[in-house]
């Protein structure tokens, strides 16, 4: 993560001066060549085949999945204890924010891709991988069952059981229809790279099959009305990326039908991009109306034919009908039918998203952990353990909490149940004491003292300031990095926990609770204009944040080799505009 | 083709100094993003809709295809008084030498496409392209049909009839199976963009599936057996790519499967690349020998099934099997099923291929042209027309030719039967006369007369010197640009034929007959070394003309956009390898 807090510390200084952005990514990617050519040509291809019994005494580690979560898990993990089996459908990890990119070309598919097995085959630990997708998790017997994805030709060996001691799932969601019909049948998605490649191919068939001659004005209207369902951050980039490139390059080719197109966004909500400042969500709604992208809010899918999407206004219930070319659906993620199986197999058959604690640990399952889009964490209420963190905190049994007894208590409580801390910030308080004295009224400090039940009522609005963390690669990064932290030292903290202090136990818990830091999101919105928003509540919109847009992409990159990919793909598009062959 | 010239010319000089080759790469491409970059701005996007009286009084003509004899047609043409109509599946020309380079990554399919829109709208001239494949052509009534590629969601708008008043057929051909049981089934085909990004897929699913932990060695080499058929330059050239990829990318990243990869050649006939210079082969034959490429001649393929390859030696007879993970089929081409259809109705059912006379006009049909693989030139022998050559030669009608009526006649004959040219080259003589002296003995030029049967005795071998032009791009780009160069002088030359003398009717031939000129041909080994056969018998074989390969292919690349990507992909390749994610 050591980027991003460099980025964040520039940032400023971006902003003052855009050219600067400009330089390092020259200069990320020229200097990053030489690094790469120097690391291919000195790379060891020798491999240590370690003895039988070495492996039998290491701990024996499964990922399930080679995106965000897992990657960032294996590229952090350091401990050549264990013996680490990787197992994904997708021999690759993809950069998916610059998957919009890809839909239209500005990015190849190719650049933003990387081998797991380059990424792991350079480090010094035991990391296997398997092509393969798991369709069982058994917790009971700590099995996971996999098959390879290759139909046929393989004689019964598509299927592999694998053991494990710790089960690392991070398999990512799957697209969410909320169980529209048609939408499977007839929408595309944006979730995969193979997704992105065949939106390219069909927006190149819709102007291809509107060319053709004996097509009648409202037909070539139908072929070429694309339709984006979901105003997030991925249909707006989406829909921006298309307009773009049907300006900047289609127009040119196709000139006889350049009228007929139309772009329109649908939105269940008020407003797209309701989850940044509202300032970026006016830029944003502006811009689209300027470059004639039709939005419609409030406006939710009900079903989608072969032909036409239907459409219900919120406000007053009418339905109405939109003939299409091409509809791409991006409303969110829903959970995998594996995990959805597993979920019923360890009792949390009635929760939507597999539940981990903050170690990001599955409940009820000591050995299993989930991270990434795939499960969400359960954040433990202050409410819930309010007498246990009463009683451990008045140390002398006297009933009632002192201000000494308070502070010396305050770390470990605000690392277990950060939602203390959060509503200490907003509140603008500078320790929990301020707590205590606000619900005594106006005391000297060293009177205070609450009985348990003015301590609860202290803290009763505490819980409200938990939040779920958002499905993005962000989070996911994060919690891989995290996760193969504590597997890095988790011998050593075994035997001297690091964590806060067990409420409901003996003790300390082994590690601290993973903790979420938002370092700022982007939305790019065509015409070479994105919107930042940052920690701060900063946010720039304009050239300059897409400069830094392009800067943040480029450093985060997983190797040198994206990295200039990438870049010169941005370079490509600026001098000879996208490829609209249909490939 | 001028290029082609000054590289013949600079070659010598390259050859002393390989280093100014590489000056020649790195200039071609870095002046040319400057160019391109002024063009795309300064590209006028508006479009002339010309008004439909003038529409009605051009000629139409259609032309099929989008491959290498349609693009060099449609480039060339430069009278805008046609009304041109290109019809064909794919919407973009792809530089099919630098295929087998695809099939491994070595160069990105996208960077060798260009699409036919971008190729054709800054023409001066009437170009509409439809995306739709022709099932029939109608000669009779001047008809093509065609049928849009896209199944469905059309309703019925995917029939298309196009009139025409000239047919440029330039479809090529499909891969020559020679209805071996299994092949169409089992086997993949290098012919095109698609077929090389699936073989490229294929392999890394080979290397996945033979490090699945299941697997025993045996069902190991199996899955890592790569068969290429066929001995020619594309086979040749797609089992060294498949080498260079395995031995310097694939088996760093799956070390533990290396061993057992094994790749086998398996050629008919005695030797591969017989079309080349015998000191090309023994080259390329002891190359594939130290690289472990096992190479099997004389050996037929008579049956593939779904795990299986079955050879027969052609030898002994001796069958025998190999199973096998992936066979690519090289061997050839075949005539696709709608010009075979098309031939039966004109009357050459009982050919294998479709005839054009010497001006690439279909055999019985005035106004339609073949070019490309999809036709041949069908020469006109000498022998066919000896008595009207005779009798059209002797202008006194004294029955005898003399010397000073030969001559007069020669230019003539010669342009009208190449055959003649090359059978006096050949025989190292210098003129016809020759031909009549060595026949009548050692006599006085002045003396020298023949009756027709001494004539018919005279040239009685010069038919033995025809030969099929070889279905190359070469072959095809310069019939493409001729064909043009006829259609942009049409009228003028309709008016003053610049062409042969008709031996079998009154006055001269429209146009001068199709010549082919050739430039040498490139066979890369793999390992950075390439053999190259140049005019007059010129080998070269090793890095030197690796360097030229790259020369040459950069400066023939159809645009200045994939002359710059092909040559950033050298340059990627150079220094990150292959990229091996299955995508």
């Not at 604690?357 to 000591?366: A, H, I, P, S, Y």
Request: one cysteine or more; charged letters at 25%.
């Amino acid at each position: 993560m050591r980027n991003w807090s460099m980025i964040e510390r520039f940032s400023e200084t971006f902003r003052q001066n855009p050219s600067l952005s400009r330089l390092l990514v020259v200069f990320t990617v020229s200097g990053g060549g030489l690094v790469a050519y120097s690391e291919a040509n000195s790379s060891n291809s020798e491999v240590k085949i370690p003895s039988p019994e070495v492996v039998s005494r290491k701990k024996k580690v499964v990922v399930l999945g080679t995106g965000w979560a897992a990657t960032s898990f294996l590229k952090n993990l350091k401990n050549s204890s264990y013996d680490v089996q990787v197992i994904s459908p997708r021999n690759y990890f993809a950069f998916t924010p610059l998957l919009p990119s890809v839909t239209c070309g500005t990015v190849e598919a190719r650049s933003i891709v990387e081998p797991i097995r380059n990424i792991v085959h350079k480090k010094n630990i035991d990391i296997h991988y398997w092509e393969a997708e798991c369709f069982k998790i058994d917790a009971e017997n700590k099995k996971v069952f996999c098959r390879s994805s290759k139909d046929g030709k393989l004689n019964g060996n598509e299927e592999i059981v694998v053991d494990y001691d710790y089960l690392v799932v991070a398999m990512g969601a799957r697209a969410n229809t909320f169980n529209t019909p048609g939408v499977e049948e007839n929408c595309l998605f944006l979730k995969e790279v193979e997704d992105a490649q065949k939106i390219r191919r069909t927006v190149i068939d819709c102007f291809e099959r509107a060319s053709l001659p004996k097509m009648t004005d409202a037909e070539r209207q139908k072929v070429l009305q694309f339709v984006v369902v979901g105003g997030g951050p991925t249909g707006v980039e989406f829909a921006a990326e298309l307009h773009d490139f049907v300006s900047e390059d289609l127009v040119k080719l196709y000139p006889k039908v350049k009228d007929f197109v139309k772009i329109t966004l649908l939105e269940a909500g008020d407003h797209i991009l309701n989850m940044f400042d509202k300032r970026i969500t006016v830029f944003a709604e502006e811009k689209f109306q300027r470059d004639g992208i039709d939005l419609k809010t409030g406006s939710m899918v009900v079903k989608v034919s072969d032909s036409e999407i239907s459409t219900k206004e919120i406000k007053n219930g009418q339905i109405s009908s939109i003939p299409y070319g091409m509809v791409v659906w991006s409303t969110g993620i829903g959970t995998r039918p594996v995990i959805m199986e597993f979920m019923k197999q360890i009792g949390q058959a009635n929760r939507r998203v597999l539940a981990t604690d903050e170690w990001l640990r599955v409940e009820r399952c000591n050995s299993i952990y989930a991270l990434g889009d795939c499960a969400t964490i359960n954040q433990r209420k202050v409410m819930e353990d309010i007498s246990a963190i009463f009683s451990k905190a008045d140390k002398d049994r006297s009933g009632t909490l002192t201000v000494k007894e308070f502070q010396d208590a305050l770390d470990d409580i605000c690392e277990r149940y950060p939602q203390m801390q959060l509503y200490l910030k907003n509140k603008q308080m500078s320790n929990l004491v301020d707590i205590l004295k606000e619900s005594k009224g106006d005391v000297a400090k060293e009177a205070v003292a609450l009985n348990i039940e003015e301590f609860k009522l202290a803290l009763s609005q505490v819980d409200f300031q938990m939040k779920n963390l958002p499905a993005t690669a962000q989070v996911a990064a994060q919690q891989g990095a995290y996760l193969a932290n504590c597997f890095n030292r988790m011998e050593k903290c075994e035997k001297n926990p690091e964590g806060p202090l067990r409420y409901r136990g003996e003790g300390r818990h082994t590690f601290r609770p993973f903790r979420y830091k938002h370092f700022g999101q982007f939305a790019p919105l065509g015409g070479e204009q994105t919107a930042a928003q940052l920690p701060g509540d900063w946010v720039s919109i304009g050239h300059s944040s897409q400069w830094l847009w392009y800067s943040v992409y480029a450093s985060k990159l997983v190797s040198w080799r994206t990295r200039a990919l990438v870049v010169s793909d941005w370079g490509r598009r600026f001098i000879f505009g996208r490829d609209s062959s249909q490939i």
